[in-house]
């Protein structure tokens, strides 16, 4: 009796200790939400066990999903708080937001509505979930606007879960961006909004920091001197024009501050403090996001009173070393909404900038204006998807070619909040060649400084753009070792990225080859290969691809890269490697567009000597033996006689192509072609490939004259003499 009374005793303890652990999971989940900190917050809820049977702490773990750029468990979320009959109907506006992240804007629309059916008219949602339903009705025209540019996040060398903003071009060093983030290890690690250390409820304040771009790499990103940054947000707002000033901000709540200035050289004294910097430009009041224009020119964003509404953006110039006062910019530039992160191109004629105007895809749009000397400011234009997105699109600085600009984006494919992006236009910005040392809108006259030297250095626009490639675009393999890797999140990053490349050239085709280990037999592994890349067609067409355009290729296990055993142990490796899709893009114009490809990287001992000898040939011309065309898998001993055999088709037929060989001698594939013959294969015939990509007939003629294998080929088939 004594042992069961002690057990039942044991078993009570457990079992309070264990509801009591529970207890404080949830807890911790609140206090991590409160915070703001959501990604502590799922953790805790994730441990909590009773999470999917409270319908509030649903609701929080679904809105910190959101928050956190996870749309689809936030969906997820409120779902199940609904079927659970949940108190708190604003559920249906978080779905709204997260169909609006997803740029599903009907679906948006629909719980966006069915939130304002739960409200009365003098509630405080009624009016902003109004507005947000306009949005989407507004936002669904920018989904069939011809994109003007292509966009990719710079990756975690640069970006991290935290908050990365600001980015300044250097304006000494073309290859050289500085930036401000909030991440870890920043100085004063976690402190809370009273600048006191809390581990729990503190956030990482914002430092600044400097990264390099060599060889179409990012360097490691490195922090600014200590000096410089602090505990407090260090914000780096922009350089003089000869970059011998760094102008900052300091601030306690990121909303007000004080402007800083510094020598920021090598040989600056260690003991001399950055000092205020005295400009218009008023941190103390809120100002924000200044841009230095010229020695003479600056322009920010205020909100001071008498403007438009929220945030306007405003200009001072100096005359006779006095700034003068702010003046705002004028109605066809600022609106009620807030108007923020101006940037002006080199030629004073263009100005970039922000927006959270109703005519958004969501937060804050990019949009630029021109100025005209007889009409003004002209032209406004939303720079539109992918630039602009869902979220929020803010100060976007051009490059000093005019070929791509830098951006700060918290949209759902960003790696934390807000990440650094690139956007590389179709069409060069041709004003940031020229040079203005007094804007178009202040001066008429729009007096050009021509400097000889600087003419000398810089080529003509005509030469840029003939010689000069507008985008370095680094294509990598899509990795699987199952059929649900095969749309995994990073195959649906590149894919997105391949989708944006394509539309903005419309003249690219794309081939993807898919390879595998062996499965089983030859014919599965072939087939099942090919149905892998055409899940990845099937996404590309669903972003707008046109099928025609996409070419599809199954290698089965016919060419591994990686040896599928070492010392007759199946190999890791091979299995990490020879799982994947190849993507190769075709009718590339490298005046316009150079692709780099990332390949996998194998050791001579572990490679396989079948892929090497494939890769080399078809970097020249070879011929395959087209044998059989069918619609269902071909099933035939003739699959046993090589194992360069590739299965192949184009995304919008029905039939597939079954090739064997791949030879650089037009009479190899002879001999095999005859050979398929005898075997009553009487459709078999010869398809000449330059760089593993099919010859279209209309081109041979004009590639005989260097090749000499394909002239043999085109007078034996086509009996020319």
């Known amino acids: 009796m004594r042992f069961y009374g002690i057990t039942t005793v044991l078993l009570l303890l457990t079992l309070a200790f264990q509801g009591a652990a529970q207890k404080s999971s949830r807890k911790n989940g609140d206090t991590y939400f409160e915070a703001g ?37 936030c969906i997820a979320d409120m779902a199940a708080a609904f079927k659970l009959k949940a108190l708190d109907l604003r559920l249906f506006k978080y779905s709204a ?3 609006f992240a997803k740029k599903e804007y009907d679906e948006a629309a629909r719980f966006y509505k069915s939130y304002l059916n739960t409200l009365k008219r003098n509630d405080k949602d009624w009016d902003e979930t109004v507005t947000q339903i306009r949005k989407c009705g507004l936002a669904l025209n920018y989904k069939y606007t011809v994109p003007i540019a292509f966009t990719e996040n710079l990756g975690n060398r640069v970006n991290t879960i935290y908050d990365e903003f600001g980015p300044v071009l250097s304006p000494t060093k073309p290859d050289r961006y500085y930036f401000s983030s909030s991440r870890e290890g920043s100085t004063g690690g976690l402190r809370d909004a009273n600048g006191i250390a809390d581990v729990v409820r503190g956030h990482y304040s914002a430092d600044m920091y400097l990264v390099d771009l060599k060889d179409g790499n990012w360097s490691n990103v490195l922090p600014f001197e200590q000096l410089l940054n602090s505990p407090r947000h260090d914000i780096l707002q922009d350089f003089s024009q000869d970059g011998s000033i760094l102008y900052y901000t300091k601030s306690n709540d990121l909303r007000t501050g004080t402007l800083y200035s510094d020598t920021f050289s090598i040989d600056r004294d260690p003991a001399r403090l950055p000092v205020p910097a005295v400009m218009p430009f008023q941190a103390e009041r809120g100002d924000r996001d200044l841009f230095i224009f010229s020695d003479t020119t600056i322009l920010f964003a205020a909100n001071i009173t008498g403007g438009f509404g929220g945030y306007d953006i405003y200009y001072a110039a100096k005359k006779d070393s006095l700034w003068g006062e702010p003046v705002n910019l004028g109605p066809a530039i600022n609106t009620a909404a807030n108007e923020i992160a101006p940037f002006l191109i080199k030629n004073g004629k263009t100005l970039y900038f922000s927006s959270d105007r109703l005519e958004s895809l969501g937060g804050y749009d990019i949009y630029c204006i021109k100025h005209d000397q007889k009409e003004g400011w002209k032209n406004l234009k939303n720079l539109g998807y992918p630039v602009s997105s869902p979220g929020n699109d803010t100060d976007i600085e051009l490059s000093y070619d005019g070929m791509s600009a830098v951006f700060t984006s918290d949209r759902v494919e960003s790696l934390g ?24 809108f202040l001066d008429t006259l729009r007096a050009t400084i021509v400097n000889d030297s600087l003419t000398a250095i810089i080529p003509s626009v005509e030469e840029v753009k003939t010689e000069q490639p507008v985008k ?56 099942f290969s090919l149905k892998r890349a055409e899940k990845v067609a099937d996404q590309l067409i669903k972003s707008g691809i046109s099928p025609h355009r996409i070419h599809l290729q199954g290698c089965g296990a016919g060419f591994p890269l990686a040896s599928p055993f070492i010392n007759g142990i199946p190999s890791s490796l091979a299995e990490r490697t020879n799982f994947r899709i190849d993507v190769q893009f075709i009718n590339t114009d490298t005046k316009k567009l150079r692709i780099l490809y990332d390949q996998p990287v194998v050791a001579s001992q572990f490679r396989d000597t079948v892929w090497d000898e494939f890769e080399r040939k078809n970097k020249g011309l070879t011929f395959r033996v087209r044998f059989a065309k069918t619609s269902q898998m071909l099933k035939s001993d003739v699959l046993k006689w090589r194992p360069d055999i590739i299965i192949e088709k184009q995304a919008n037929q029905e039939m597939f192509a079954y090739t064997m060989g791949n030879f650089q001698e037009y009479a190899s594939a002879q001999l095999l072609r005859d050979e398929f013959l005898r075997n009553g294969f009487y459709e078999a015939r010869i398809v000449p490939y330059l760089g593993g990509v099919e010859v279209e007939n209309d081109k041979i003629p004009d590639l005989m004259p260097q090749w000499t294998e394909l002239e043999k080929f085109y007078r034996a088939e086509y009996k020319k003499e």
């Not at 066990?49 to 959101?66: C, D, F, H, N």
């Not at 990795?479 to 894919?495: A, M, R, T």
């Open 37 to 73: 900190k959501y990604r502590e917050a799922i953790k805790s809820y994730q441990e909590y066990s009773k999470t999917e049977k409270e319908p509030a702490t649903l609701i929080k773990r679904g809105r910190a999903y959101l928050y956190t750029n996870q749309p689809d468990a």
């Open 97 to 99: 937001q997260a169909y």
């Open 417 to 440: 909040g807000k990440d650094l992006y690139m956007a590389y236009f179709k069409e060069q910005v041709t004003g940031q060649l020229e040079y203005a040392e007094i804007p178009s």
């Open 472 to 527: 370095d675009y680094l294509c990598k393999p899509l990795y699987f070792l199952k059929d649900d890797d095969v749309l995994s999140n990073n195959n649906l990053n590149e894919l997105k990225k391949a989708s944006e490349l394509m539309i903005v050239f419309p003249e690219l085709n794309i081939l993807l080859t898919s390879h595998l280990i062996s499965e089983g037999r030859t014919e599965l592994d072939l087939y």
